[in-house]
Protein backbone atom coordinates (compact mmCIF):
# COMPACT_ATOMS: atom_id res chain seq x y z
CA UNK A 1 0.00 0.00 0.00
CA UNK A 2 2.56 2.28 0.54
CA UNK A 3 4.54 1.08 -2.55
CA UNK A 4 1.97 2.60 -4.19
CA UNK A 5 0.86 5.57 -2.67
CA UNK A 6 4.65 6.16 -3.33
CA UNK A 7 4.41 5.80 -7.08
CA UNK A 8 1.25 8.07 -7.09
CA UNK A 9 2.86 10.53 -5.55
CA UNK A 10 6.01 10.38 -7.66
CA UNK A 11 4.03 10.75 -10.81
CA UNK A 12 2.35 14.19 -9.24
CA UNK A 13 5.47 15.50 -8.70
CA UNK A 14 6.85 14.51 -11.98
CA UNK A 15 4.14 15.79 -13.50
CA UNK A 16 3.85 18.79 -11.79
CA UNK A 17 7.58 19.63 -12.61
CA UNK A 18 7.34 18.65 -16.80
CA UNK A 19 3.94 21.14 -16.39
CA UNK A 20 6.19 23.87 -14.63
CA UNK A 21 8.86 23.40 -17.35
CA UNK A 22 5.89 23.25 -20.10
CA UNK A 23 5.02 26.92 -18.86
CA UNK A 24 8.66 28.40 -18.37
CA UNK A 25 9.37 27.37 -21.63
CA UNK A 26 5.73 29.63 -22.97
CA UNK A 27 7.03 32.44 -21.06
CA UNK A 28 10.36 32.57 -22.04
CA UNK A 29 9.40 31.71 -26.16
CA UNK A 30 10.43 34.38 -28.02
CA UNK A 31 7.40 36.32 -29.66
CA UNK A 32 7.35 36.35 -33.58
CA UNK A 33 8.94 38.88 -35.42
CA UNK A 34 6.54 41.29 -37.41
CA UNK A 35 7.94 41.55 -40.93
CA UNK A 36 8.41 45.80 -41.48
CA UNK A 37 8.67 46.45 -45.23
CA UNK A 38 10.85 48.48 -47.13
CA UNK A 39 10.61 52.19 -46.21
CA UNK A 40 10.69 54.46 -49.33
CA UNK A 41 11.97 58.23 -49.45
CA UNK A 42 9.24 59.10 -52.34
CA UNK A 43 6.58 57.34 -53.26
CA UNK A 44 4.14 58.36 -56.67
CA UNK A 45 0.24 56.98 -56.90
CA UNK A 46 -0.31 56.91 -60.58
CA UNK A 47 -3.77 57.50 -61.72
CA UNK A 48 -6.10 57.59 -58.66
CA UNK A 49 -9.56 58.79 -57.73
CA UNK A 50 -9.12 61.16 -54.56
CA UNK A 51 -11.66 61.60 -52.21
CA UNK A 52 -12.11 64.52 -50.47
CA UNK A 53 -13.34 64.46 -47.19
CA UNK A 54 -14.19 68.05 -46.71
CA UNK A 55 -16.42 68.35 -49.30
CA UNK A 56 -17.44 65.04 -51.02
CA UNK A 57 -16.30 65.61 -54.18
CA UNK A 58 -13.68 63.14 -56.46
CA UNK A 59 -10.33 64.34 -57.45
CA UNK A 60 -10.43 62.01 -60.91
CA UNK A 61 -6.96 60.49 -61.90
CA UNK A 62 -4.47 61.94 -60.27
CA UNK A 63 -0.72 61.28 -59.67
CA UNK A 64 -0.06 61.55 -56.10
CA UNK A 65 3.76 62.11 -54.92
CA UNK A 66 5.25 61.63 -51.47
CA UNK A 67 8.27 62.22 -50.65
CA UNK A 68 9.99 62.07 -47.21
CA UNK A 69 6.25 60.69 -46.07
CA UNK A 70 4.46 64.02 -47.26
CA UNK A 71 2.10 64.83 -49.76
CA UNK A 72 4.43 67.32 -52.10
CA UNK A 73 1.76 67.16 -55.45
CA UNK A 74 -1.66 65.73 -56.11
CA UNK A 75 -1.40 66.77 -59.77
CA UNK A 76 -3.78 65.75 -63.38
CA UNK A 77 -2.71 62.43 -64.97
CA UNK A 78 -1.66 65.45 -67.97
CA UNK A 79 0.92 67.14 -65.91
CA UNK A 80 4.35 66.68 -67.51
CA UNK A 81 6.26 66.05 -64.31
CA UNK A 82 9.56 63.61 -63.41
CA UNK A 83 8.85 62.34 -59.97
CA UNK A 84 12.92 61.00 -59.81
CA UNK A 85 13.13 57.40 -58.97
CA UNK A 86 9.89 57.24 -56.85
CA UNK A 87 8.24 53.97 -55.89
CA UNK A 88 4.95 53.76 -57.95
CA UNK A 89 1.69 52.45 -57.31
CA UNK A 90 -0.58 51.69 -59.77
CA UNK A 91 -3.94 53.38 -58.59
CA UNK A 92 -5.73 53.27 -61.76
CA UNK A 93 -9.64 52.83 -60.82
CA UNK A 94 -8.95 52.54 -57.28
CA UNK A 95 -9.60 55.32 -54.12
CA UNK A 96 -7.28 57.13 -51.90
CA UNK A 97 -8.64 58.25 -48.78
CA UNK A 98 -7.38 59.26 -45.41
CA UNK A 99 -6.36 56.75 -43.03
CA UNK A 100 -8.86 55.60 -40.42
CA UNK A 101 -8.78 56.79 -36.87
CA UNK A 102 -10.10 54.69 -33.72
CA UNK A 103 -11.10 56.99 -30.75
CA UNK A 104 -10.97 54.60 -28.20
CA UNK A 105 -8.61 51.69 -28.00
CA UNK A 106 -7.38 49.93 -24.52
CA UNK A 107 -3.37 48.75 -25.65
CA UNK A 108 -1.99 46.22 -23.43
CA UNK A 109 1.90 44.68 -23.29
CA UNK A 110 0.77 42.50 -26.13
CA UNK A 111 -0.49 44.88 -28.90
CA UNK A 112 2.26 44.77 -30.53
CA UNK A 113 1.43 41.19 -31.89
CA UNK A 114 -2.27 41.52 -31.33
CA UNK A 115 -3.68 44.69 -32.72
CA UNK A 116 -1.30 46.91 -33.97
CA UNK A 117 -0.71 44.39 -37.33
CA UNK A 118 -4.45 43.91 -37.62
CA UNK A 119 -4.85 48.05 -37.29
CA UNK A 120 -2.44 48.70 -40.17
CA UNK A 121 -4.47 45.81 -42.11
CA UNK A 122 -7.41 47.19 -41.71
CA UNK A 123 -6.64 50.72 -42.51
CA UNK A 124 -6.45 51.92 -39.21
CA UNK A 125 -3.60 54.29 -38.89
CA UNK A 126 -4.46 56.25 -36.11
CA UNK A 127 -5.86 55.38 -32.76
CA UNK A 128 -6.51 57.90 -29.27
CA UNK A 129 -5.91 54.71 -26.52
CA UNK A 130 -7.75 55.23 -23.06
CA UNK A 131 -5.80 53.00 -20.71
CA UNK A 132 -2.89 53.44 -18.71
CA UNK A 133 -0.88 52.96 -15.70
CA UNK A 134 -0.61 54.39 -12.28
CA UNK A 135 3.24 54.85 -11.94
CA UNK A 136 4.64 51.49 -11.99
CA UNK A 137 4.94 49.39 -14.97
CA UNK A 138 2.20 47.07 -15.29
CA UNK A 139 2.18 43.66 -16.64
CA UNK A 140 -0.91 43.97 -18.76
CA UNK A 141 -2.14 47.57 -19.78
CA UNK A 142 0.16 49.73 -21.71
CA UNK A 143 0.76 53.07 -20.13
CA UNK A 144 1.99 56.54 -21.63
CA UNK A 145 5.58 55.75 -21.92
CA UNK A 146 5.31 52.37 -24.20
CA UNK A 147 3.18 54.65 -26.45
CA UNK A 148 5.37 57.47 -26.54
CA UNK A 149 8.14 54.63 -27.30
CA UNK A 150 6.00 52.84 -29.92
CA UNK A 151 5.76 56.22 -31.70
CA UNK A 152 9.27 56.69 -31.59
CA UNK A 153 9.71 52.98 -33.45
CA UNK A 154 7.19 54.05 -35.69
CA UNK A 155 9.06 56.91 -36.83
CA UNK A 156 12.52 54.92 -36.75
CA UNK A 157 10.62 52.39 -39.06
CA UNK A 158 11.11 49.58 -36.48
CA UNK A 159 7.45 48.55 -35.42
CA UNK A 160 4.13 47.54 -37.54
CA UNK A 161 1.90 50.00 -35.76
CA UNK A 162 -0.07 52.92 -36.09
CA UNK A 163 -0.02 56.47 -34.77
CA UNK A 164 -0.56 56.63 -30.92
CA UNK A 165 -2.42 60.23 -30.67
CA UNK A 166 -3.58 62.15 -27.47
CA UNK A 167 -2.18 60.15 -24.41
CA UNK A 168 -4.52 59.00 -21.30
CA UNK A 169 -4.08 58.76 -17.81
CA UNK A 170 -5.29 55.71 -16.32
CA UNK A 171 -9.20 55.36 -15.50
CA UNK A 172 -9.59 57.50 -12.41
CA UNK A 173 -12.45 56.12 -10.51
CA UNK A 174 -12.22 57.11 -6.72
CA UNK A 175 -10.47 54.08 -4.48
CA UNK A 176 -12.61 51.43 -6.60
CA UNK A 177 -9.93 51.57 -9.26
CA UNK A 178 -6.67 51.73 -7.27
CA UNK A 179 -5.02 48.20 -5.82
CA UNK A 180 -3.38 48.47 -1.95
CA UNK A 181 0.05 49.71 -2.01
CA UNK A 182 -0.31 52.05 -4.79
CA UNK A 183 0.09 56.13 -4.27
CA UNK A 184 -3.47 57.17 -2.56
CA UNK A 185 -3.57 60.31 -4.53
CA UNK A 186 -4.84 58.23 -7.63
CA UNK A 187 -8.27 57.68 -6.07
CA UNK A 188 -8.79 61.60 -5.45
CA UNK A 189 -10.58 60.63 -2.89
CA UNK A 190 -9.63 63.97 -1.04
CA UNK A 191 -9.71 67.01 -3.48
CA UNK A 192 -6.21 68.20 -2.05
CA UNK A 193 -4.52 64.55 -4.25
CA UNK A 194 -5.39 66.45 -7.57
CA UNK A 195 -2.77 68.51 -7.91
CA UNK A 196 -0.83 65.38 -7.52
CA UNK A 197 -2.77 63.33 -9.49
CA UNK A 198 -2.33 66.38 -12.26
CA UNK A 199 1.25 66.49 -11.85
CA UNK A 200 2.21 63.07 -12.06
CA UNK A 201 0.32 62.62 -15.37
CA UNK A 202 1.75 65.77 -16.46
CA UNK A 203 5.33 64.57 -15.91
CA UNK A 204 4.40 61.16 -17.69
CA UNK A 205 3.60 63.14 -21.01
CA UNK A 206 -0.28 62.40 -21.15
CA UNK A 207 -2.46 65.00 -22.72
CA UNK A 208 -5.86 63.82 -20.57
CA UNK A 209 -7.38 62.36 -17.51
CA UNK A 210 -9.65 59.94 -18.15
CA UNK A 211 -12.56 59.96 -16.11
CA UNK A 212 -14.59 56.92 -14.86
CA UNK A 213 -18.19 56.39 -13.44
CA UNK A 214 -17.82 56.44 -9.75
CA UNK A 215 -14.89 59.16 -9.66
CA UNK A 216 -15.73 61.32 -6.72
CA UNK A 217 -17.68 64.37 -7.90
CA UNK A 218 -15.81 66.89 -5.49
CA UNK A 219 -12.40 65.69 -7.46
CA UNK A 220 -14.08 65.18 -10.74
CA UNK A 221 -15.07 69.51 -10.57
CA UNK A 222 -11.73 70.23 -9.29
CA UNK A 223 -9.91 67.86 -11.81
CA UNK A 224 -11.98 70.16 -14.92
CA UNK A 225 -11.07 73.29 -13.03
CA UNK A 226 -7.21 72.45 -12.74
CA UNK A 227 -6.60 70.46 -15.76
CA UNK A 228 -5.98 73.10 -18.21
CA UNK A 229 -3.30 74.84 -15.84
CA UNK A 230 -1.88 71.83 -16.36
CA UNK A 231 -1.66 71.19 -20.18
CA UNK A 232 -4.17 68.28 -19.92
CA UNK A 233 -7.92 67.92 -20.58
CA UNK A 234 -10.72 65.24 -19.38
CA UNK A 235 -11.98 62.76 -21.42
CA UNK A 236 -14.30 59.74 -20.61
CA UNK A 237 -17.24 58.85 -18.99
CA UNK A 238 -19.89 60.80 -17.80
CA UNK A 239 -19.71 60.41 -13.95
CA UNK A 240 -22.96 58.90 -12.83
CA UNK A 241 -22.87 61.71 -10.11
CA UNK A 242 -22.70 64.66 -12.44
CA UNK A 243 -25.04 65.71 -14.96
CA UNK A 244 -24.22 65.51 -18.73
CA UNK A 245 -25.51 69.48 -18.27
CA UNK A 246 -22.67 69.87 -15.41
CA UNK A 247 -19.86 67.97 -17.38
CA UNK A 248 -20.38 69.42 -20.58
CA UNK A 249 -19.94 72.94 -18.64
CA UNK A 250 -17.36 72.10 -16.47
CA UNK A 251 -15.18 71.04 -20.16
CA UNK A 252 -15.24 67.14 -20.71
CA UNK A 253 -14.09 67.58 -24.45
CA UNK A 254 -15.00 64.01 -25.32
CA UNK A 255 -17.72 61.45 -24.05
CA UNK A 256 -17.10 57.94 -24.34
CA UNK A 257 -20.36 55.39 -25.00
CA UNK A 258 -23.44 55.22 -26.48
CA UNK A 259 -25.49 55.75 -23.34
CA UNK A 260 -24.53 59.74 -22.16
CA UNK A 261 -27.95 60.99 -23.66
CA UNK A 262 -29.43 57.85 -22.12
CA UNK A 263 -28.78 58.34 -18.12
CA UNK A 264 -30.17 62.01 -18.77
CA UNK A 265 -33.16 61.61 -20.86
CA UNK A 266 -35.43 59.80 -18.78
CA UNK A 267 -37.86 60.39 -15.80
CA UNK A 268 -35.54 58.94 -13.33
CA UNK A 269 -32.43 61.08 -13.96
CA UNK A 270 -32.36 63.09 -10.63
CA UNK A 271 -32.44 59.96 -8.98
CA UNK A 272 -30.26 57.95 -10.08
CA UNK A 273 -27.63 61.42 -9.77
CA UNK A 274 -28.38 60.82 -5.99
CA UNK A 275 -28.62 57.03 -6.09
CA UNK A 276 -26.01 55.49 -3.15
CA UNK A 277 -26.00 52.55 -5.26
CA UNK A 278 -26.35 54.14 -8.52
CA UNK A 279 -25.26 50.79 -10.43
CA UNK A 280 -28.40 48.86 -8.97
CA UNK A 281 -30.47 51.61 -10.12
CA UNK A 282 -29.06 51.88 -13.62
CA UNK A 283 -30.11 48.03 -14.04
CA UNK A 284 -33.44 48.66 -12.61
CA UNK A 285 -33.95 52.14 -14.68
CA UNK A 286 -33.02 50.62 -17.63
CA UNK A 287 -36.28 49.71 -18.82
CA UNK A 288 -37.59 53.34 -18.14
CA UNK A 289 -34.17 54.62 -20.45
CA UNK A 290 -35.39 52.65 -22.89
CA UNK A 291 -38.76 53.57 -23.51
CA UNK A 292 -39.36 56.67 -21.26
CA UNK A 293 -36.90 59.37 -23.53
CA UNK A 294 -37.32 62.98 -23.07
CA UNK A 295 -36.38 64.18 -26.68
CA UNK A 296 -36.87 67.86 -25.73
CA UNK A 297 -34.18 67.14 -22.93
CA UNK A 298 -32.30 65.89 -25.33
CA UNK A 299 -32.32 68.46 -27.84
CA UNK A 300 -31.55 71.07 -25.51
CA UNK A 301 -28.29 69.06 -24.46
CA UNK A 302 -27.19 67.72 -28.00
CA UNK A 303 -27.62 72.24 -28.28
CA UNK A 304 -24.94 72.29 -25.33
CA UNK A 305 -22.73 69.59 -26.91
CA UNK A 306 -22.18 71.43 -29.78
CA UNK A 307 -22.02 75.02 -28.60
CA UNK A 308 -19.16 73.74 -26.55
CA UNK A 309 -17.44 71.55 -29.34
CA UNK A 310 -17.83 68.27 -26.70
CA UNK A 311 -17.44 65.47 -29.02
CA UNK A 312 -19.16 61.70 -28.62
CA UNK A 313 -17.76 58.46 -29.05
CA UNK A 314 -20.58 56.35 -29.36
CA UNK A 315 -19.14 53.15 -29.36
CA UNK A 316 -22.61 51.49 -30.01
CA UNK A 317 -20.55 48.18 -30.64
CA UNK A 318 -20.67 47.75 -26.55
CA UNK A 319 -24.45 47.97 -26.51
CA UNK A 320 -24.69 45.96 -29.82
CA UNK A 321 -23.10 42.58 -27.70
CA UNK A 322 -25.93 42.76 -25.15
CA UNK A 323 -28.39 43.37 -27.54
CA UNK A 324 -27.37 40.52 -30.08
CA UNK A 325 -26.02 38.20 -27.26
CA UNK A 326 -28.19 36.16 -28.35
CA UNK A 327 -28.01 35.89 -32.07
CA UNK A 328 -25.63 32.97 -32.87
CA UNK A 329 -24.94 33.86 -36.32
CA UNK A 330 -23.33 37.48 -34.05
CA UNK A 331 -21.90 35.81 -31.86
CA UNK A 332 -20.32 33.27 -33.91
CA UNK A 333 -17.92 35.82 -35.55
CA UNK A 334 -15.53 34.70 -38.02
CA UNK A 335 -12.95 37.10 -36.57
CA UNK A 336 -12.74 35.44 -33.11
CA UNK A 337 -9.82 33.39 -34.61
CA UNK A 338 -8.01 36.97 -34.16
CA UNK A 339 -8.24 36.95 -30.26
CA UNK A 340 -6.40 34.91 -27.81
CA UNK A 341 -8.14 31.50 -27.16
CA UNK A 342 -7.94 32.17 -23.06
CA UNK A 343 -9.05 35.66 -23.32
CA UNK A 344 -12.38 34.39 -25.34
CA UNK A 345 -13.07 31.90 -22.74
CA UNK A 346 -12.11 33.89 -19.17
CA UNK A 347 -13.69 37.26 -20.23
CA UNK A 348 -15.83 37.51 -23.47
CA UNK A 349 -17.68 34.37 -23.32
CA UNK A 350 -18.88 35.33 -19.65
CA UNK A 351 -19.50 38.41 -21.05
CA UNK A 352 -22.06 36.89 -23.54
CA UNK A 353 -23.39 34.18 -21.07
CA UNK A 354 -24.82 37.11 -18.65
CA UNK A 355 -26.62 39.32 -21.78
CA UNK A 356 -27.81 35.90 -23.15
CA UNK A 357 -29.49 34.99 -19.61
CA UNK A 358 -30.63 38.39 -19.02
CA UNK A 359 -32.10 39.26 -22.34
CA UNK A 360 -33.86 35.66 -21.78
CA UNK A 361 -35.32 36.40 -18.36
CA UNK A 362 -38.74 37.89 -17.77
CA UNK A 363 -37.41 41.67 -16.25
CA UNK A 364 -34.91 41.72 -19.13
CA UNK A 365 -36.45 40.51 -22.41
CA UNK A 366 -36.23 42.67 -25.14
CA UNK A 367 -34.33 45.76 -23.10
CA UNK A 368 -30.56 45.74 -24.46
CA UNK A 369 -32.53 45.52 -27.75
CA UNK A 370 -34.32 48.51 -27.25
CA UNK A 371 -31.12 50.43 -25.31
CA UNK A 372 -29.07 50.09 -28.34
CA UNK A 373 -31.50 51.08 -30.83
CA UNK A 374 -32.30 53.99 -28.69
CA UNK A 375 -28.71 54.83 -28.93
CA UNK A 376 -28.38 54.65 -32.55
CA UNK A 377 -31.64 57.27 -33.18
CA UNK A 378 -30.26 59.72 -30.54
CA UNK A 379 -26.90 59.57 -32.80
CA UNK A 380 -28.37 60.41 -35.56
CA UNK A 381 -30.03 63.00 -33.47
CA UNK A 382 -27.30 64.33 -31.93
CA UNK A 383 -25.33 64.41 -35.77
CA UNK A 384 -28.12 66.73 -37.13
CA UNK A 385 -27.67 68.73 -33.93
CA UNK A 386 -24.31 69.68 -34.84
CA UNK A 387 -22.92 67.45 -32.13
CA UNK A 388 -19.08 66.17 -33.25
CA UNK A 389 -19.06 62.48 -33.47
CA UNK A 390 -16.00 60.19 -33.53
CA UNK A 391 -15.85 56.24 -34.45
CA UNK A 392 -14.71 54.44 -31.66
CA UNK A 393 -14.69 50.77 -31.02
CA UNK A 394 -13.33 49.62 -27.30
CA UNK A 395 -10.26 47.46 -28.16
CA UNK A 396 -9.83 45.17 -26.13
CA UNK A 397 -13.92 44.99 -24.57
CA UNK A 398 -15.86 41.88 -25.72
CA UNK A 399 -16.18 41.53 -29.65
CA UNK A 400 -14.63 44.41 -30.28
CA UNK A 401 -12.08 43.62 -32.81
CA UNK A 402 -9.13 45.13 -33.55
CA UNK A 403 -9.40 47.14 -36.95
CA UNK A 404 -12.46 45.13 -38.05
CA UNK A 405 -14.63 46.79 -35.55
CA UNK A 406 -13.93 49.96 -37.16
CA UNK A 407 -15.26 48.91 -39.93
CA UNK A 408 -18.45 47.90 -38.28
CA UNK A 409 -18.64 51.36 -36.15
CA UNK A 410 -18.75 53.41 -39.38
CA UNK A 411 -21.11 50.98 -41.00
CA UNK A 412 -23.40 51.37 -37.87
CA UNK A 413 -22.93 55.38 -38.13
CA UNK A 414 -24.98 55.05 -41.12
CA UNK A 415 -27.86 53.10 -40.12
CA UNK A 416 -27.97 55.98 -37.48
CA UNK A 417 -28.75 58.09 -40.51
CA UNK A 418 -25.16 59.76 -41.20
CA UNK A 419 -24.48 60.22 -44.89
CA UNK A 420 -21.01 58.09 -46.48
CA UNK A 421 -19.62 61.08 -46.48
CA UNK A 422 -20.73 62.27 -42.75
CA UNK A 423 -19.79 58.49 -41.79
CA UNK A 424 -16.10 58.61 -43.46
CA UNK A 425 -15.55 61.79 -41.89
CA UNK A 426 -16.24 60.52 -38.61
CA UNK A 427 -13.50 58.22 -38.99
CA UNK A 428 -10.95 60.94 -40.64
CA UNK A 429 -11.10 64.63 -40.25
CA UNK A 430 -12.86 65.01 -37.26
CA UNK A 431 -10.66 63.21 -34.64
CA UNK A 432 -7.89 64.72 -36.70
CA UNK A 433 -9.49 68.49 -35.47
CA UNK A 434 -10.49 66.66 -31.87
CA UNK A 435 -7.02 66.23 -31.72
CA UNK A 436 -5.23 69.68 -32.44
CA UNK A 437 -3.47 67.49 -35.81
CA UNK A 438 -6.02 68.38 -39.27
CA UNK A 439 -3.26 70.46 -40.55
CA UNK A 440 -1.21 67.27 -40.60
CA UNK A 441 -3.36 64.40 -40.66
CA UNK A 442 -7.23 63.82 -41.09
CA UNK A 443 -7.55 64.41 -45.17
CA UNK A 444 -5.36 64.25 -48.42
CA UNK A 445 -4.21 68.06 -48.90
CA UNK A 446 -0.28 68.73 -50.13
CA UNK A 447 1.96 69.17 -47.08
CA UNK A 448 0.13 66.83 -45.33
CA UNK A 449 1.53 63.45 -43.45
CA UNK A 450 0.56 60.99 -45.42
CA UNK A 451 -1.15 58.62 -43.73
CA UNK A 452 -3.53 57.01 -46.64
CA UNK A 453 -5.84 53.89 -47.76
CA UNK A 454 -6.19 52.75 -51.43
CA UNK A 455 -9.52 51.20 -51.84
CA UNK A 456 -10.59 49.21 -54.48
CA UNK A 457 -13.85 50.70 -54.66
CA UNK A 458 -15.92 54.12 -54.05
CA UNK A 459 -17.11 54.47 -50.33
CA UNK A 460 -19.16 57.82 -50.89
CA UNK A 461 -21.22 55.29 -53.11
CA UNK A 462 -21.05 52.38 -50.76
CA UNK A 463 -19.85 52.68 -47.21
CA UNK A 464 -18.67 48.69 -47.34
CA UNK A 465 -16.18 49.83 -49.68
CA UNK A 466 -14.00 50.77 -46.68
CA UNK A 467 -13.30 47.42 -46.39
CA UNK A 468 -12.21 47.12 -49.93
CA UNK A 469 -8.46 47.92 -48.73
CA UNK A 470 -5.92 47.14 -51.51
CA UNK A 471 -3.09 48.59 -49.11
CA UNK A 472 -1.85 50.92 -46.88
CA UNK A 473 0.81 53.79 -46.85
CA UNK A 474 2.27 54.82 -43.28
CA UNK A 475 5.41 56.53 -42.56
CA UNK A 476 6.48 56.15 -45.84
CA UNK A 477 5.64 52.49 -46.08
CA UNK A 478 3.46 50.66 -48.90
CA UNK A 479 1.77 47.73 -47.38
CA UNK A 480 0.35 45.89 -49.91
CA UNK A 481 -2.41 43.31 -50.22
CA UNK A 482 -0.74 40.24 -49.80
CA UNK A 483 1.38 41.91 -46.67
CA UNK A 484 -1.75 42.35 -44.87
CA UNK A 485 -3.32 39.34 -45.37
CA UNK A 486 -0.11 37.78 -44.29
CA UNK A 487 -0.69 40.31 -40.51
CA UNK A 488 -3.76 38.91 -40.65
CA UNK A 489 -2.82 35.06 -40.66
CA UNK A 490 0.10 35.51 -38.56
CA UNK A 491 -1.90 37.41 -36.03
CA UNK A 492 -4.51 34.22 -36.06
CA UNK A 493 -1.93 31.33 -35.39
CA UNK A 494 -0.73 33.75 -32.31
CA UNK A 495 -3.97 33.54 -31.02
CA UNK A 496 -4.38 30.19 -30.50
CA UNK A 497 -0.97 29.53 -29.82
CA UNK A 498 -0.35 27.97 -26.46
CA UNK A 499 2.69 30.09 -25.52
CA UNK A 500 0.64 33.14 -26.54
CA UNK A 501 -1.66 32.57 -24.41
CA UNK A 502 0.59 31.61 -21.38
CA UNK A 503 1.89 34.58 -21.96
CA UNK A 504 -1.76 36.39 -21.62
CA UNK A 505 -3.01 34.75 -18.55
CA UNK A 506 0.11 35.39 -16.23
CA UNK A 507 0.55 38.97 -17.77
CA UNK A 508 -3.62 39.02 -16.66
CA UNK A 509 -2.93 37.66 -13.64
CA UNK A 510 0.35 39.86 -12.77
CA UNK A 511 -1.94 42.94 -12.77
CA UNK A 512 -2.69 44.72 -9.65
CA UNK A 513 -4.68 46.88 -11.74
CA UNK A 514 -6.52 43.89 -13.44
CA UNK A 515 -7.41 42.36 -10.30
CA UNK A 516 -8.71 45.25 -8.87
CA UNK A 517 -11.00 45.29 -11.63
CA UNK A 518 -12.28 42.03 -11.69
CA UNK A 519 -12.29 41.92 -7.74
CA UNK A 520 -14.67 45.29 -8.06
Sequence with gaps: MKRKVFKTLKFVLISLAVFSLIIIAALKWPMPEIVLPEKHESILIKSIHVVDVHTGGILENRNVWIKENRIQTIDSITTDKNYGDAFTIDGHGKYLIPGLWDMHTHSTQHSKWLHHPLYIANGVTSIRDLSGQMGEEDSYWAGTKDRLNWNQKLESHEQVMPRYIQQSSYQINGS??????????????????VPKLLGHYQKEGADFIKVYS???????????????????????????????????????????HGRIFLFDCFPGADQLLTAQDKKAMYYESKKSMSENFDTIKANRLMDLMQERNAHWVPTLQM???????????????????????????LWWNPDVGRAAEYNKSSEGKGINMKLYEA????????????VPIMT???VTDSYAFPGFAL????????????TNLEALRAATIIPATYSNVENELGSINKGKI?????????PLD????????SSVILNGVHYDKERLETYKDNTASLASSFHMNVKFIFSLLGSPLIRKQFAD
Excluded at 229 to 239: D, E, F, N, S
Excluded at 375 to 383: E, L
Aim: charged share 25%.
Design 392 to 394: GTD
Design 450 to 458: ADLLILEGN
Design 176 to 193: NSVPSGYPEFFSVEDVKD
Design 319 to 345: LKISAFANNQNYIENPNLKYIPTLRKK
Design 462 to 469: DINNTTSI
Design 375 to 386: AKFQVGMAHKKG
Design 407 to 418: HTEIKEFTACGL
Design 214 to 256: DIPIASYKQIAKEAPKYGLHIAGHKPLGVSLEEAIGLGQRSFE
